[in-house]
Nanobody
Framework: QVQLVESGGGLVQPGGSLRLSCAVS????????MDWYRQTPGKLRVLVAR???????NYGDSVKGRFTISRDNAKNTVYLQMNSLKPEDTAVYYC????????WGQGTQVTVSS
């Protein structure tokens, strides 16, 4: 079955960096676009970044220039490098494959605070 396992979250000071990972199984990973979303309590999940199967990337306006999405098809893993973190980046981060949108992992908590 489809499984997504996010990791790499934690507590970081404003201006710091984190690298999130999402290990994916159960799909033809290299043929699928992958997304990173984030969610704060009481709000809907918001799309943060997307990488297509061909490597084209797109970002939400709030993270453009600070976050970088990448993928390693040999490891069936998608990454989110987050730099210059701000308190408003605090959220639970999830990865998702648009073609398998009903499948979600447990997410990884990112907290940006001094």
């Amino acid at each position: 079955q489809v499984q997504l396992v996010e990791s790499g979250g934690g507590l970081v000071q404003p201006g710091g960096s984190l690298r999130l990972s999402c290990a994916v199984s159960g799909i033809a990973f290299s043929l699928n676009a992958m997304d990173w979303y984030r969610q704060t309590p009481g709000k809907l999940r918001v799309l943060v970044a997307r990488i297509t199967s061909g490597g084209t990337t797109n970002y939400g306006d709030s993270v453009k220039g600070r976050f970088t999405i990448s993928r390693d098809n040999a490891k069936n893993t998608v990454y989110l490098q987050m730099n210059s973190l701000k308190p408003e980046d605090t959220a639970v981060y999830y990865c998702n494959a648009p073609q398998y949108s009903m499948y979600w992992g447990q997410g990884t908590q990112v907290t940006v605070s001094s």
